[in-house]
């Protein structure tokens, strides 16, 4: 996707879940919002930033009419790119604190973080506006992760901080190896905890068990790839590591009640 910089306001935030195929910065203007991000939520207030990476599973909700923001999207080349040489820790650390609202990031880092994005990306001087936002992100990421280590939420209870940790850590190895392993056994092995263990992470964090979450995420990306026309049941079948269409046939209509082709038929009716 091509980088750029847009403007939202309530009518254009998009409430139901998806998976975003793109990073996005997002500062929030004016109004309130909560952003869902991978079965979590944050409540955001304007002035505030908040951060998604390509994958997230992503909504919205309570959005207030007077909703406005200016959204960096770029791609996960950027990422990457922004990626180079810095600790998982950093990433870690941002995946827990989505949302940050601290007056002295807002004033003098967001606000003319995003008045330079505009003046690179107003104008058609600059050609090599990836590189200047890789390098952007890089030092925002690096920053942000030093100001929440310092400033941040210091949670007295080393409990609730571990669950935090060990269920994003649950939800960046589902986003990783969703399109081959449903068993929850296989994440609980990776992450060397019982299955028990992660049960109440993920009853502690979203009310939902491990499987729930992974059938959940699952179905979400399922659902985006029978609306590419383009990809047949054989090749979305293959996709998802199941042994055959009749298997995939089973597994989405025991979620949904209804076929992956009624689903794909009702969908194509919508347009």
Known sequence: METKLVKNNAIDIDRDIHASGHGALIFITDGKA????????WETAAPAVAIIFPGDVVSWSNVTDDYS???LRYSSDVLRAASLNIEQAVYDRLREDRI?????????????????????????EFTDTDRITALQLQSLFLGFHDYSN??????NNHETSRTRQLFSKFMQLL???YLKQRDVQFYTEKM????????????????LSPKNIIDEFIMLHLRLRLRDHSLSMKQISRQFNFPDQAALTRYF??????????YRLSEKNKK
């Open 34 to 41: 909560t952003l869902h991000v991978n079965f979590d939520a």
């Open 69 to 71: 923001s200016t959204v």
């Open 100 to 124: 940050c609202s601290a007056p002295e990031i807002i004033e003098n880092i967001m606000r003319p973080l995003f008045k330079l994005f505009g003046f690179y990306y107003g104008s058609n």
């Open 150 to 155: 310092f400033h941040g939420k210091t949670e």
């Open 175 to 177: 986003d990783d190896n």
């Open 192 to 207: 060397n905890i019982s299955g028990k263990y992660l049960g109440n992470i993920t009853r502690r964090q979203t009310g």
């Open 253 to 262: 209509k025991l979620h949904t009640g209804i076929t992956p082709k009624a």
